[in-house]
T-cell receptor, first 116, second 114 residues
Framework: AQTVTQSQPEMSVQEAETVTLSCTYDTSESDYYLFWYKQPPSRQMILVIRQEAYKQQNATENRFSVNFQKAAKSFSLKISDSQLGDAAMYFCAYRSAFGSNYQLIWGAGTKLIIKP | NAGVMQNPRHLVRRRGQEARLRCSPM?????VYWYRQLPEEGLKFMVYLQKENIIDESGMPKERFSAEFPKEGPSILRIQQVVRGDSAAYFC????????????FGNGTRLTVT
């Protein structure tokens, strides 16, 4: 069975600095998708970024980028120029390419604190 | 275009009572999914419904839990005879189709059982 591990329960960063959140996963599949979701205090889950395992290039969305290391089964999220609005829980999630989008396997989350 | 609407936002029930959680999907979305989130954990899939049909209920406990998505009206997640262990945040998501459509989440209902 696939698992997703986020080893950092909490991270803090100074506003405008860069922070990296870690995520590792375990799977025997070669084709899959990886996601980072943000959950602010409003509790709504918001998709931040998505990576397809067969793509070598790391996904980027404005200040958010990933470092996808397929062999190491690592999928870290880098947030550049951190802003106060980035404060939230961040969840890493995995989905088999043969499954549907609702069949995500979630990590336990990392709480990101932004210091002004 | 309103997003996924869940109500109530907070629900307190005594042990043994029933909890009814409502979810109105985004306009044009006919696929609804329910998830449960325990403290300091990610989401756990419970059930996937299309209008009037349960498609996948593999994550839902066999007893006391039920879900429906009628032709008219919101989707309902019903928990009978609640116990303390049911205390959690329950999230609903919707999508226009089942395959690769991104999920749109609501703000969740936090259920507290006293």
């Amino acid at each position: 069975a696939q698992t997703v591990t986020q080893s950092q329960p909490e991270m803090s960063v100074q506003e405008a600095e860069t922070v990296t959140l870690s995520c590792t996963y375990d799977t025997s599949e070669s084709d899959y998708y990886l996601f980072w979701y943000k959950q602010p205090p409003s509790r709504q889950m918001i998709l931040v970024i998505r990576q397809e395992a067969y793509k070598q290039q790391n996904a980027t969305e404005n200040r958010f980028s990933v470092n996808f290391q397929k062999a190491a089964k690592s999928f870290s999220l880098k947030i550049s120029d951190s802003q106060l609005g980035d404060a939230a829980m961040y969840f890493c999630a995995y989905r088999s390419a043969f499954g549907s989008n609702y069949q995500l396997i979630w990590g336990a989350g990392t709480k990101l604190i932004i210091k002004p | 275009n309103a997003g996924v609407m869940q109500n109530p936002r907070h629900l307190v029930r005594r042990r043994g009572q029933e909890a009814r959680l409502r979810c109105s999907p985004m306009k044009g979305h006919s696929h609804v999914y329910w998830y449960r989130q325990l403290p300091e954990e990610g989401l756990k899939f419970m059930v996937y419904l299309q209008k009037e049909n349960i498609i996948d209920e593999s994550g839902m406990p066999k007893e006391r839990f039920s879900a429906e998505f009628p032709k008219e009206g919101p989707s309902i997640l019903r928990i009978q005879q609640v116990v303390r262990g049911d205390s959690a945040a329950y999230f609903c998501a919707s999508s226009p189709s089942a395959e690769n459509s991104p999920l749109h989440f609501g703000n969740g209902t936090r259920l507290t059982v006293t």
